[in-house]
């Protein structure tokens, strides 16, 4: 089975990398993981809320398999990660469980094509300015209260 690692270190363990990373090859191994291609670091990031005072991480991620009669090792390779200092986070999931990135798929008919030039042109479309409500006259506003004070004098009270 196919699984993920992702990990992040504090900034300041920034220029250890390699030998966190040759740590966490040595916890995969021994319980008969077997890694798939290397590491591959995303960067620096802002976390979300600080941890440990740190406000930035260093982010990476790789991919490793086991087979069926190591696959009840996964309990054991978090406790182990848990245990290494240098670490700040880890999270460890099951590669069918990642959803790959919905591609978007390119108009393949002339058709599609026109339809979707034709939205793009709409969306690019300066919007009509709303027209004012027209403001009653004062003329209008006296007729209007001329009829209303007719209809209060006519109404029994």
Do not use: C, Q
Not at 45 to 63: E, N, Q, V
């Amino acid at each position: 089975m196919e699984y993920e690692l992702l990990f992040f270190i504090s900034v300041s363990n920034e220029d250890r990398v390699d030998i966190i990373k040759k740590e966490l090859i040595e916890i995969l191994e021994s319980l008969g993981a077997k890694l798939l291609g290397d590491f591959t670091d995303i960067g620096k990031r802002k976390l979300a809320y600080p941890i440990k005072r740190d406000t930035h991480a260093f982010y990476s991620w790789a991919r490793f398999t086991l087979d069926d009669e190591n696959r009840n090792n996964i309990p054991e390779i978090n406790k182990r990660i848990s245990l290494n200092n240098k670490i700040t986070r880890h999270l460890i999931v099951r590669a069918d469980e990642i959803g790959k990135p919905a591609s978007v798929a390119a108009p393949e008919t002339e058709v599609e094509k026109l339809a979707a030039e034709k939205i793009k042109a709409e969306i690019k479309k300066p919007r009509a300015k709303a027209k004012p409500a027209k403001k009653e006259s004062r003329a209008a506003l006296s007729e209007l209260d001329e009829k209303l004070s007719e209809i209060l004098e006519e109404t029994p009270g």
